[in-house]
């Protein structure tokens, strides 16, 4: 049996970046393992996908109930396999900014992870900013509407880009 300092249990983002700022801070010194019960990104293949790319079988394509599910499960989360959009703003798919008490701290935690996906590969030529001059027309429609528009910066791996990082 091997030896490890750190047993992570995970290997969605949270997993990942444990192990990343572990192996960072302890430089080297630690033995970390990482389990996860699903497969690396080059195996993950979603027998729907794959049918469904199909005109002829899109209508009778379902769901087979993969153990471990493909798409949810595997190194990098369900994510590795998305467009890999980033929100880059504390409000947005929590509210991070309470969590940690100061939206400047949150802010800053954002830039660094994001900084972290650039280091791995993550296009620097894709960071999207919303002009604040067109975003005030469509926060007073989204008001309109009964919504909230929330503005915020976005970082797009893409596709193709999201399994190398």
Known sequence: MRDYDVAIVGGGPAGLFA???LALHSNGRL????FEKGHRVEYRRCPLQILSRSRRFQRLAKCT???PCHIMCGIGGAG???SGT???RPDIGGDLDKLVGDWDLAMKM???VDSIFVKFGAPKDRLYVPDPEKTVE???LAAKAGAK????AQRHIGTDNTPKV
């Open 19 to 21: 192990a990343y700022e």
């Open 31 to 34: 033995k970390i393992a990482l």
């Open 65 to 67: 109930q993969c153990r």
């Open 80 to 82: 590795a396999l998305s």
């Open 86 to 88: 980033i929100n880059l």
């Open 110 to 112: 954002i830039e660094y």
């Open 138 to 140: 469509l926060e007073r």
């Open 149 to 152: 528009l929330i503005p915020a």
